[in-house]
Nanobody, 115 residues
Framework: QVQLQESGPDLVKPSQTLSLTCTVS??????????WSWIRQPPGKGLEWIGY???????YYSPSLRSRTSISRDTSKNQFTLQLSSVTPEDTAVYYC???????WGQGTQVTVSS
């Protein structure tokens, strides 16, 4: 059974870059034909799709976040990473990594943007 675990800072200062890593076990991030996504949920709001990276390395980002978002991967570590630049308090949320269309989610990690 695939398991995903988010890791990274729980506090980021405004204007800095948030970097989160998803470590995957029980399945390869290069395996056909899965896509690996980042999703977030701000307090009191619904889930928001951030973007994905595919098994071959292709990426796609939400139009509202595209200019600030980069998703990459380290296949040797079976990890993929979210970088969100120029953060503001509006980026405060619980961040999840997921395997698309499989029901596999990490437990989520709380990130607060504050000075």
């Amino acid at each position: 059974q695939v398991q995903l675990q988010e890791s990274g800072p729980d506090l980021v200062k405004p204007s800095q870059t948030l970097s989160l890593t998803c470590t995957v076990s029980g399945g390869s991030i290069t395996a056909n034909y899965y896509y690996w996504s980042w999703i977030r949920q701000p307090p009191g709001k619904g889930l928001e799709w951030i973007g994905y990276i595919g098994y071959g390395g292709s990426t796609y980002y939400s139009p509202s976040l595209r200019s600030r978002t980069s998703i990459s991967r380290d296949t040797s570590k079976n990890q993929f990473t979210l970088q969100l630049s120029s953060v503001t308090p509006e980026d405060t949320a619980v961040y999840y990594c997921t395997r698309v269309a499989s029901g596999a989610w990490g437990q989520g990690t709380q990130v607060t943007v504050s000075s």
